[in-house]
């Protein structure tokens, strides 16, 4: 349980009834920093709910900017297997970028990433609204079973519109922005589902990548514009979103590189075959030329 983030749900959030409950129910599971990854079906027995009206309330929560989903699992039973989530009403967008540093569970979150035992959140449809009611009044502990979930990852713009009225305001911010934050900005602007540069060996190039775009064009929409096509084509290669190369690979050249062909197999059995051309031909050669002295040799016996 964490004071500090049911402390700031308490102040900030916009919320009432049953979507505050399920929120403070997420602050009781969260660090310091808000990151938790309840089941459905455990909010929903904590809640008094059924999963379908957690499903509706996640989305209600994630569409106001109140919680996040950080990464999705890959379903069963496991302790990872559902989704990872972050209560952050009432933090900043530099409090939430800090906290990915930080938090041992969002650590934890995106080396699980990293290794491809959990995936980034990707943009679903919501679920069909029901005549249900969001209340307590119905309350059924059994499973659900929803083919899919419908939370839906806000923009960057939603994820940073929180009730701290301590935050500077966005013309002050940008002046004072470190370079690296401003390499941060703009990889936001290529990667809105992102909040900070994946932690990597390539972390360190793609920053300065990052700053070298930046100078070249006259403004960060017109950097990011230049940088789209590589993020592009690392995804349609099915490249991990983690994964930086395009960034500090190809961007840095100015050049994708063309897909590997795999043709390996084919052209070595293709030099089998004329080496085994080449050795029949020397065969035949030999037979040709050895064979009037075997009859030689032959009538010599008789």
């Given at each position: 349980m964490s004071v500090e983030t049911s402390n700031r749900v308490w102040k900030y959030s916009q919320k009432g009834g049953t979507p505050l409950l399920l929120l403070l129910a997420m602050a009781d599971w969260s660090d310091d920093w808000g990151y938790c990854y309840p089941s459905i079906e455990q909010m929903a027995i904590k809640c008094r709910q059924t999963e379908r009206n957690i499903l509706n309330l996640v989305a209600d929560l994630e569409q106001a900017g109140e919680i996040r989903r950080v990464a999705r699992g890959k379903g069963g039973r496991g302790k990872f297997s559902g989704s990872v989530y972050q209560v952050i009403v009432g933090m900043s967008r530099d409090e939430i970028s800090a906290s990915e540093q930080v938090s041992p569970k969002a650590l934890d979150t995106f080396a699980k990433i990293n290794i491809g035992e959990m995936s980034l959140p990707?943009?679903?449809?919501?679920?069909?609204?029901?005549?249900?009611?969001?209340?307590?009044?119905?309350?059924?502990?059994?499973?659900?079973?929803?083919?899919?979930?419908?939370?839906?990852?806000?923009?960057?713009?939603?994820?940073?519109?929180?009730?701290?009225?301590?935050?500077?305001?966005?013309?002050?911010?940008?002046?004072?922005?470190?370079?690296?934050?401003?390499?941060?900005?703009?990889?936001?602007?290529?990667?809105?589902?992102?909040?900070?540069?994946?932690?990597?060996?390539?972390?360190?190039?793609?920053?300065?990548?990052?700053?070298?775009?930046?100078?070249?064009?006259?403004?960060?929409?017109?950097?990011?514009?230049?940088?789209?096509?590589?993020?592009?084509?690392?995804?349609?290669?099915?490249?991990?979103?983690?994964?930086?190369?395009?960034?500090?690979?190809?961007?840095?050249?100015?050049?994708?590189?063309?897909?590997?062909?795999?043709?390996?197999?084919?052209?070595?059995?293709?030099?089998v075959q004329e080496d085994q051309t080449d050795y029949a031909t020397l065969r035949k050669r030999m037979e040709t030329e050895l064979t009037p002295h075997m009859h030689g040799d032959k009538r010599d016996s008789l």
């Open positions: 990707t943009p679903r449809k919501p679920i069909a609204q029901t005549s249900e009611k969001i209340s307590g009044e119905k309350f059924s502990p059994e499973k659900q079973s929803p083919d899919f979930s419908p939370v839906v990852p806000c923009a960057l713009k939603e994820l940073i519109n929180v009730s701290d009225s301590t935050s500077p305001p966005a013309e002050t911010s940008k002046k004072n922005l470190e370079p690296e934050e401003q390499a941060e900005a703009l990889y936001r602007l290529v990667r809105p589902t992102h909040l900070t540069l994946p932690n990597s060996e390539q972390r360190a190039v793609a920053l300065k990548v990052l700053g070298e775009y930046l100078k070249r064009y006259d403004s960060p929409q017109a950097a990011a514009t230049a940088l789209k096509p590589y993020a592009a084509e690392a995804d349609a290669r099915g490249i991990r979103q983690t994964n930086l190369c395009w960034l500090s690979e190809w961007a840095a050249v100015g050049q994708i590189p063309k897909p590997r062909k795999k043709t390996a197999k084919y052209s070595k059995q293709e030099n």
